[in-house]
């Protein structure tokens, strides 16, 4: 399990975010742009970027990031994820040509990449966020930028276990 630092903070507004990227922390690294994160598919968010930026809902939360930052960390789990498909798809092929049966090369082929699965979805983002009643409980995985969030909202920093939180 991964650490994460919380910060609850009352859904009365918007939580603040410092002016600095969220994932790299640099303000002026390149233009500070944002990323909308909504809080039931947040994770997807940064993967899917370009195709979530304009939804938005009531409890979405605008926050500060660089386009190159959220690129970096779309093409990182499309790389993974696409050498993760690599390997069942190259067990099954073996399985065709030396004449196994469909359920042995399929069950090899789950059995391989299921670390990898876990792998790839017990890493967290950079910040991911639940609206719980009547907060919003933000999840960081830098713990400076979420002592800056904690301190500019007013509201104490926690420390938890990812990805149960």
């Not at 990227?21 to 968010?45: F, K, N, S, W, Y």
């Amino acid at each position: 399990m991964k650490t994460v630092f919380i910060v609850e903070v009352p859904d009365s507004k918007k939580p603040a975010f410092p002016e600095a990227c969220v994932v790299c922390r640099q303000p002026q690294v390149e233009q500070l742009g944002t990323i909308r994160i909504a809080d039931e598919h947040g994770r997807l968010d940064f993967y899917f970027y370009p195709f979530t930026k304009g939804e938005k809902h009531e409890y979405s939360l605008t926050v500060p990031a660089h386009e190159s930052c959220i690129r970096g960390i779309r093409n990182h789990f499309f790389k993974r994820f696409f050498l993760m498909m690599i390997a069942p798809v190259s067990i099954g092929l073996i399985g065709i040509v030396f004449h196994f049966s469909l359920f042995y090369s399929a069950s090899v082929a789950l059995l391989v990449v299921t670390p990898f699965l876990y792998w790839q979805f017990s890493e967290p983002v950079p910040m991911e966020y639940n609206h719980d009643s009547g907060k919003f409980v933000l999840l960081f995985k830098d713990r400076n930028y979420a002592a800056d969030v904690a301190h500019l909202n007013h509201v104490n920093l926690k420390e938890g276990a990812y990805p149960s939180g």
